[in-house]
């Protein structure tokens, strides 16, 4: 499986708050998976690990093939 992060301090200004998303787009041999996880901006800091654990908790996907 490979994995392509696209994720950081991206943010989104919305009418009421700011938010802050991680997106994580990983390449299996018969399929492509997206993770998206999301929390406002001031929440980030306390969210981040945990989004990471959901991003990078994936399993069961064969390899693209090489």
Do not use: C
């Not at 998303?21 to 993770?35: N, S």
């Not at 406002?40 to 991003?55: D, G, P, R």
């Amino acid at each position: 499986m490979t994995g392509l992060a696209i994720h950081g301090d991206r943010q989104l200004q919305t009418d009421q708050s700011s938010w802050t998303y991680l997106v994580t787009i990983y390449e299996g041999r018969d399929e492509v998976i997206i993770v998206n996880t999301w929390t406002t901006s001031l929440n980030f800091e306390l969210q981040q690990a945990e989004m990471h654990k959901i991003e990078n908790g994936l399993t069961g996907v064969a390899p693209p093939n090489t």
